[in-house]
């Protein structure tokens, strides 16, 4: 199967994606392999005629959003995030008629029409410096409200968080925290800026996916005890042999990111179905806040 896949990839000029959430073989096949922003920026990037997105939804939208002219297809066709789904567009308007001198900020777990409704978006390694980028006081911040008072926390503009979550961090808990420094005491504990605000009292660091990754590879720490989606331990324990990785939770699974195998890859392939695509008008406007977001430093 496997040689099946190189081969159609040279033959329909595709570029395979996956996140790091995903499961390992699926990472082992792909060119790149990322956060959905990092991913994106890589398509775009590339002279490829087909993205083959091994993730959830939003991130093939922004993907087509930011490459129009490619075809990208989502090898399993339902794979959604739910808290990107937290908000529509038309709560989002209403939010904004409520607060008219806010700017709207979204992470990019978000749908389009959410992203062209916005000012600008965010994802969980940027937040904090582009909602500083901005001249409001006021920032409306959607859809994942943990990360909103995240960001909250580290910035003095008034942050009014929509209350969308992600279901894989919001339900981790300080026991398990607790829990798992008495197990392994000698380990860094490194969360994601999604958990709850106590479970990122009670870690080290609070990082983006692509963050954990780079402090795994530069701290003397050679245990870690890891507040993300299991998915990224495979990632993290390739780059680095040497050291050792625990979950936070053995049960933080995001069953979209599981839903694509090596099957669905050659499929999508073979048939380059199902494609994603988003409508001229929501693709120009959604690019907008993501070009805004590319420009901060
Ligand atoms: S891990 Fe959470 S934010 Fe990421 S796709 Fe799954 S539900 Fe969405």
Same mark, same amino acid.
């Given at each position: 199967?496997?040689?099946?896949?190189?081969?159609? #990839?040279?033959?329909?000029?595709?570029?395979?994606?996956?996140?790091?959430?995903?499961?390992?073989?699926?990472?082992?096949?792909?060119?790149?392999?990322?956060?959905?922003?990092?991913?994106?920026?890589?398509?775009?990037?590339?002279?490829?005629?087909?993205?083959?997105?091994?993730?959830?939804?939003?991130?093939?939208?922004?993907?087509? /959003?930011?490459?129009? %002219?490619?075809?990208?297809?989502?090898?399993?066709?339902?794979?959604?995030?739910?808290?990107?789904?937290?908000?529509?567009?038309?709560?989002?308007?209403?939010?904004?008629?409520?607060?008219?001198?806010?700017?709207?900020?979204?992470?990019? +777990?978000?749908?389009?029409?959410?992203?062209?409704?916005?000012?600008?978006?965010?994802? &969980?390694?940027?937040?904090?410096?582009?909602? +500083?980028?901005?001249?409001?006081?006021?920032?409306?911040?959607?859809?994942?409200? +943990?990360?909103?008072?995240?960001?909250?926390?580290?910035?003095?503009?008034?942050?009014?968080?929509?209350?969308?979550?992600?279901?894989?961090?919001?339900?981790?808990?300080?026991?398990?925290?607790?829990?798992?420094?008495?197990?392994?005491?000698?380990?860094?504990?490194?969360?994601?800026?999604?958990?709850?605000?106590?479970?990122?009292?009670?870690?080290?660091?609070?990082? &983006?996916?692509?963050?954990?990754?780079?402090?795994?590879?530069?701290? /003397?720490?050679?245990?870690?005890?890891?507040?993300?989606?299991?998915?990224?331990?495979?990632?993290?324990?390739?780059?680095?042999?040497?050291? !050792?990785?625990?979950?936070?939770?053995?049960?933080?699974?995001?069953?979209?990111?599981? #839903?694509?195998?090596?099957? !669905?890859?050659?499929?999508?392939?073979?048939?380059?179905?199902? %494609?994603?695509?988003?409508?001229?008008? /929501?693709? +120009?406007?959604?690019?907008?806040? /993501?070009?805004?977001?590319?420009?901060?430093?």
């Amino acid at each position: 199967m496997i040689e099946e896949i190189r081969a159609l #990839k040279e033959e329909k000029n595709a570029v395979i994606l996956a996140h790091n959430y995903q499961i390992g073989p699926v990472q082992d096949i792909a060119d790149y392999v990322g956060d959905s922003l990092e991913l994106s920026r890589a398509a775009a990037a590339t002279d490829c005629d087909v993205i083959i997105f091994c993730g959830v939804d939003f991130m093939a939208e922004t993907a087509s /959003i930011l490459s129009p %002219q490619k075809t990208v297809v989502l090898p399993a066709s339902g794979a959604c995030c739910p808290m990107a789904h937290m908000i529509t567009a038309d709560q989002l308007r209403e939010v904004k008629a409520a607060y008219p001198d806010a700017a709207a900020v979204c992470y990019v +777990n978000s749908t389009a029409e959410v992203k062209a409704e916005s000012d600008i978006c965010c994802t &969980s390694a940027n937040g904090v410096a582009v909602v +500083n980028s901005l001249d409001q006081r006021q920032i409306i911040f959607v859809p994942d409200g +943990n990360l909103g008072k995240y960001v909250a926390r580290h910035t003095k503009k008034e942050i009014i968080p929509w209350t969308g979550y992600c279901y894989v961090h919001d339900r981790y808990t300080p026991d398990e925290v607790r829990e798992a420094r008495r197990l392994h005491p000698k380990a860094e504990v490194l969360v994601h800026p999604e958990c709850r605000p106590e479970v990122i009292d009670l870690a080290d660091y609070a990082y &983006s996916t692509s963050g954990m990754g780079k402090h795994a590879q530069k701290s /003397i720490a050679s245990e870690f005890i890891i507040g993300t989606e299991v998915g990224m331990l495979y990632r993290l324990k390739k780059e680095n042999p040497d050291k !050792k990785f625990y979950p936070l939770s053995e049960k933080a699974i995001c069953e979209n990111m599981k #839903k694509t195998d090596l099957g !669905k890859v050659l499929l999508a392939l073979q048939t380059l179905e199902p %494609q994603v695509k988003v409508s001229q008008e /929501i693709s +120009n406007k959604a690019r907008r806040s /993501i070009e805004r977001m590319l420009a901060v430093k």
